[in-house]
């Protein structure tokens, strides 16, 4: 018996050697000044895989812009001062500390000695310089591009020494720290000669060999299987340690499995072939609790997210585009009070009952109450209220016919179409559940479901629309971001893109307050101007704002230190700190 | 024989009035929202309650509870036969507020539940039944019209005109035609009406199946013209038209029939189809295919089993076309020997 169980246990012993596949992790090295992770601990071993709707499309974090590229690329590479995502302050990455100069210009960062890329090459001022250069290149059109320039001037990075770098903004600007978070460091040994000869675009592609690409992140590219999957493996090099000095990560692989849809992630996370969802619609959500007991899933509900859905008419100028037919209607939506009238008449108590189940916050202003640093909690909540509305739309002169049907002035009938993403479930049941509470008011509303990229080309392109249910928003808490919405010219001020001028007196307002806000060092001064800039919009109600669903996530019961988050990548952000239970830790933990 | 015959004959005949009866049947608006009861599960019918039973079937208010719905067995709501309730227009000409049956609100029977907008099962399979039906029938008298008048043309006259058309039927014989209608209706501009799309929908199914049945009644036409009588009639210096209408449109008009009824099951499948993509039929109306793309969801369609209604009613109505072309083949058959 005595020798079975040896036996045995050597088997498993061995089957355990045999499965880590991953590098070791290196020993650190005495000069290497780690990132010391205090409150982390776990053991090595295991792979984790995860569900992704769908294929990245590029490997080069300068240049993707999608999501999912976004989410793979994140795992690889590092930044020099990093957003926290459960704490959302920042915190030293591969700066070890900075010095910020009291006018708020300058920027001294201190980097870690003696860390290394995952190929093993050091990391040092002349990357720092080399990986600003290539995101403020003009013909590289990095998405980050436009955030290093302040007021038409890029930011000046020069190295004091070999550790050090200085940053000097053209002007003062607030959080500016909050910046470095998303500008990756890029390997100068590895990137200098396609970036000299003009073929950086084209670097690191999904056909590059998984050795070329190396980061600082805590992964590095194992495999790429076209149309199924990217393995990454332990970067043996990473510079962040847990509380027991031990190198993270503890993961030896994580893979993303591309499986196309949320319920195909759903189905693929029932069968335990994959590890994690990152966000979760409420009905899947309900679906997994219900197996909770059989399954002993981790399900995290994180409440309010940061993205607001919203209905949108359109105050484009139409120009010399031929869409009378809706000019004619914007004599409507350009109407505060029909506006207003809308918002009053829409349940949105009922949007979160029906569309979310419940796990959802009904919304009226921009800052969903997730936000809690910059939300503007005096902006009223008005219920729905059908004779407020009739009475408004009175007011702007409609009228109703005996058959209860809306008039406008010259008589004739309020009808309009809402476009949406034939995709996104939810929001198309926003939208019948506003057709139903227009027609209360005699509005006749029609929804038109289309695919997502024909809905983007209308609302950015053709303008040829009337009404349209949207989200935006999810990326930072802080409201820099978000400049390009409501700042008239900003590339997302969708109700009205490529305005000359401001067209209202209070976009002029909001344009004011938001370039101060972006300049004043303040917290307290800045949340002033930003609820100012809240009210602006919750009265004048260029978006008709509707819900914002919670942020829902699960993993399965053996992952460990599993974290998720409101900001993106909601679960993946402490991909470092993951591990897989053993069995019997496991069977301890249930 | 002939009891089949009326048992086949009956079906039809219920499933149809059923239909353009639908809201009378129907117990509430197909697009009323009850937004207190999103899926809630088939009002169970009571017989008994603990004093004994009832001839008179009843039902329970639903509420929610932690668990999901209950029903709160407090006060009984007994169905009643012609109550008044939401208006609607019997045979799309008469205004009343009569239904075959309901319940004293705030209860609410719903046999088939209800969908996510709490909005009654039953009554939109009985609506969307009339959009599906008709869709199934006006496309195939769509189809049939134009392939019988192109299959008579080709096989009449036969020469280029039988060759050019039969190379059409071939053309849109190969056709894919799902994808060739996902095609089209993308085409078609999105402002557009519930009934305009409703109409543009069955002329475009119906267009694009001309081409089977023209090939058949070509064939028959072609076998006919050979015939003496056909020969003799036009011996005798009898117009085109005359021999058409006299000699060859009773042949040719047999198989129409048994087309048909084959014909009208595929297309209310073609409109099941396109409106569960979203291409079809659009809210809030309702019809077979848009009540079941929400299945499309993974969790609707493992919570909800009810919300597979409109399944069983496409199935309830194949069969009976099926049967019934069945009776018509076998009638003809009888008929002609």
Same mark, same amino acid.
């Given at each position: ?63 993707? #812009? ?280 829409? @349940? ?12 959802? #916050? ?115 808490? @802080? ?112 | ?12 005949? &219920? ?227 005359? &021999? ?27 409109? &099941? ?65």
């Amino acid at each position: 018996m005595k020798v079975i169980t040896r036996l045995a246990l050597l088997v498993c012993l061995l089957a355990g050697v045999c499965h880590a596949t991953g590098p070791l992790p290196e020993k650190p090295n005495p000069g290497e000044e780690l990132f010391r992770a205090e409150q982390v601990s776990g053991h090595y071993g295991g792979q984790l895989t995860i569900g992704g709707r769908a294929e990245p499309k590029t490997f080069n974090p300068v240049i993707a #812009t999608d999501a999912v590229s976004r989410e793979v690329i994140g795992r690889l590479v590092a930044d020099l001062i990093e957003i926290n995502r459960a704490s959302q302050q920042t915190e030293p990455a591969l700066a070890k500390s900075w010095k910020t100069s009291s006018d708020g210009r300058v920027f001294t960062l201190q980097l870690r000695k003696g860390i290394r890329f995952s190929d093993g090459h050091g990391f040092d001022a002349d990357d720092v310089l080399f990986s600003f250069a290539v995101h403020l290149n003009e013909k590289v059109d990095s998405p980050q591009r436009d955030l290093l320039i302040i007021d038409g001037k890029p930011i000046a990075v020069t190295k004091i020494d070999q550790y050090t770098v200085r940053f000097v903004l053209p002007r003062p600007y607030a959080a500016a720290e909050r910046l470095f978070d998303g500008i990756a460091m890029l390997p100068k040994h590895l990137l200098e000669k396609p970036f000299r000869e003009g073929k950086f675009v084209e670097t690191w592609s999904l056909n590059t060999a998984p050795a070329a690409v190396a980061g600082l992140g805590p992964f590095r590219l194992k495999q790429y299987v076209p149309g199924d999957r990217v393995v990454l493996e332990r970067n043996p090099y990473y510079w962040k340690a847990d509380s027991r000095n031990q190198r993270l990560p503890y993961l030896d692989e994580l893979t993303f499995l591309f499986v196309g849809t949320e319920d195909a992630q759903v189905m693929r996370f029932e069968a335990g072939a994959t590890h994690m969802i990152s966000r979760l619609s409420s009905e899947n959500y309900n679906l997994l609790s219900r197996e909770r007991s059989r399954s002993g899933a981790q399900l995290a509900d994180l409440g309010p997210s940061l993205e607001y859905n919203f209905l949108l008419f359109n105050q484009n100028d139409l120009g010399t585009k031929k869409l009378d037919a809706i000019a004619r209607k914007q004599r409507w939506f350009g109407d505060l009070k029909f506006r207003q009238a809308v918002s009053a008449a829409i @349940d949105r108590e009922a949007i979160v009952r029906l569309v979310y189940q419940t796990r959802g #916050t009904a919304l009226w202003g921009n800052v969903p109450p997730g936000n809690k640093l910059w939300i503007n909690t005096n902006i009223p909540h008005p219920p729905k209220s059908l004779d407020s509305a009739r009475q408004l739309l009175k007011s702007a002169g409609f009228s109703w016919n005996s058959a209860g049907q809306l008039l406008d002035s010259s008589g004739a009938r309020v009808e309009f179409s809402i476009i949406s993403s034939s995709s996104n479930t939810q929001r198309m049941k926003m939208a019948t559940l506003l057709q139903d509470d227009l027609s209360h008011l005699g509005m006749q509303v029609h929804i038109v479901p289309l695919e997502f990229r024909a809905l983007v080309d209308r609302v950015f392109q053709s303008f040829d629309y009337e009404a349209a249910i949207m989200g935006l928003g999810g990326g930072d808490a @802080d409201p820099n971001p978000e400049m390009n919405v409501w700042t008239s010219q900003g590339t997302s001020h969708l109700w009205h893109l490529n305005e000359a001028q401001p067209a209202t007196a209070w976009e002029r307002e909001i344009d004011g307050l938001m370039q101060q806000q972006m300049v004043t060092l303040d917290y307290a001064r800045r949340k002033q101007l930003y609820d100012r800039v809240q009210q602006l919009i919750a009265e004048q109600l260029p978006f008709i704002f509707l819900a914002t669903p919670n942020v829902l996530a699960a993993a399965d019961a053996r992952v460990a230190n599993f974290h998720p988050a409101i900001l993106d990548p909601y679960t993946l952000w402490n991909a470092d700190e993951l591990y897989i239970r053993t069995p019997i830790e496991n069977a301890g933990v249930r | 024989m002939r009891n089949k015959t009326w048992g086949v004959i009956a079906a039809v005949v &219920v499933l149809h009035v059923t239909l353009l009866f639908a809201g009378f049947v129907a117990p509430y608006d197909p697009a009323g929202q009850n937004r207190e009861l999103p899926y809630a599960p088939p009002t169970r019918l009571h017989f008994h309650n603990g004093s004994g039973w009832h001839a008179r079937p009843f039902v329970y208010r639903l509420t929610i509870g932690p668990d999901g719905y209950m029903e709160d067995k407090t006060i009984p709501f007994p169905v009643h036969l012609f109550p008044k309730g939401s208006a609607h227009k019997l045979l799309g000409l008469f205004d009343t507020t009569t239904h075959l049956f309901g319940v004293e609100p705030p209860a609410t029977v719903a046999l088939f539940g209800t969908d996510a907008f709490g909005r009654d099962e039953f009554s939109r399979v009985l609506y969307g039944g009339q959009i599906s039906v008709a869709a199934g029938v006006v496309a195939t008298l769509i189809a049939l019209l134009a392939g019988g008048i192109l299959g008579i043309l080709a096989g009449y006259y036969g020469a280029w005109t039988d060759q050019s058309l039969m190379a059409g039927t071939e053309l849109f014989l190969c056709l894919p035609w799902l994808y060739f209608l996902l095609g089209v209706r993308a085409f078609l501009p999105l402002h557009l009406s519930p009934t305009r799309t409703f109409f543009l929908l069955t002329c475009v199914i119906g267009l694009i199946g001309w081409a089977r049945p023209a090939r058949l009644v070509r064939g028959i036409v072609l076998s006919t013209r050979s015939r003496n009588y056909v020969l003799a009639a036009n011996g005798f210096g009898a117009s085109d038209l005359h &021999v058409l209408r006299y000699h060859i449109l009773p042949d040719v008009l047999g198989v129409l029939t048994t087309q048909a009824t084959l014909l009208v099951p595929r297309y209310i499948a073609a409109e &099941v189809t396109l409106s569960f993509f979203g291409l079809g039929v659009n809210e809030p109306m309702a019809s077979w295919g848009n009540m079941l793309s929400s299945l499309q969801q993974y969790s609707v369609l493992v919570s909800y089993a009810w919300l597979l209604a409109p399944v069983g009613a496409v199935v309830v109505t194949s069969v009976t076309y099926a049967l019934l072309a069945d009776t018509v083949q076998s009638r003809l058959k009888f008929s002609s020997t």
